[in-house]
């Protein structure tokens, strides 16, 4: 049993990524309100960004900022340097979540103005289905 618990305890950060990813795709589906389901999707976005970080973590391992002199004459040892691209793309990843929530805002906001409410079953309602 101890060799599970240690397993568990080394990829304690995946786990927190899992059960964050269900939490939002829980209030994505299960949820009637549409600024709960928004709010799910922010949580099951910011799971994915946690993981694609979490992943691109490398212990004992140096920035890749290197002296292009040392390069030319040694080499790079990759198992040395932590790759950026991860981290990178996951900016990218903020910057279109943050944009995707303001629309989503916007577009609430509008449905709010136009049905008088944010819950699915009204507006169904309203709209005769």
Request: net charge positive.
């Amino acid at each position: 049993m101890e060799p599970l618990l240690a397993l568990i305890v080394a990829k304690l950060n995946y786990w927190v990524c899992v059960i964050l990813m269900m939490i939002g795709f829980y209030a994505m589906i299960g949820k009637r309100n549409l600024v709960k389901k928004l709010i799910g999707m922010n949580i099951f976005q910011t799971a994915i960004i946690l993981m694609f970080v979490s992943a691109g973590v490398k212990h004992g391992a140096k920035i890749p900022i290197l002296n292009k002199y040392d390069v030319l004459k040694h080499g790079v040892d990759a198992t040395q340097v932590v790759n950026p691209l991860p981290h990178v793309l996951m900016l990218t990843a903020i910057v279109v979540s943050v944009s995707v929530t303001g629309v989503a805002l916007a577009i609430l906001l509008r449905i709010y103005r136009e049905y008088g409410t944010v819950e699915e079953d009204e507006i169904l309602e309203k709209l005769g289905k």
